[in-house]
């Protein structure tokens, strides 16, 4: 089992950055493909960027490629979501994600096994 912890949202003016932080609890982190998601007012969850246990392969959802890169430092036990040229439409609250199967099966299936308490990220225009 595997404890998550978000954290890094915030207020932001379209266009600009944050950088979102999931740090896992015990010794397993490298045993679990990651993910974050987002939920936003009054729709369905959806799958933002998935990520292999080695970190070599990512997934990300067609809405958010070449803007947002996610990341992990398996000695840290972290991974992270860098997003850049936020707009509007990426107001939601993101959370991260673990699974014992893969990053893909995570970004086709929009499952996850563990998830983090979620933090809330709020695009002004």
């Known amino acids: 089992q595997v404890q998550l912890v978000d954290s890094g949202g915030g207020l932001v003016q379209a266009g600009g950055s944050l950088r979102l932080s999931c740090a896992a609890s015990g010794r397993t982190f490298m045993s679990y493909a990651m993910g974050w998601f987002r939920q936003a007012p009054g729709k369905e969850r959806e799958f933002v960027a998935g990520i292999s246990r080695s970190g070599g392969t990512t997934y990300y959802a067609d809405s958010v490629k070449g803007r947002f890169t996610i990341s992990r430092d398996n000695a840290k036990n972290t991974v992270y979501l860098q997003m850049n040229s936020l707009n509007t439409e990426d107001t939601a609250v993101y959370h991260c994600?673990?699974?014992?199967?893969?990053?893909?099966?995570?970004?086709?299936?929009?499952?996850?096994?563990?998830w983090g308490q979620g933090t809330q990220v709020t695009v002004s225009s």
């Open positions: 994600a673990a699974t014992r199967s893969t990053a893909q099966t995570m970004s086709i299936m929009n499952v996850g096994d563990y």
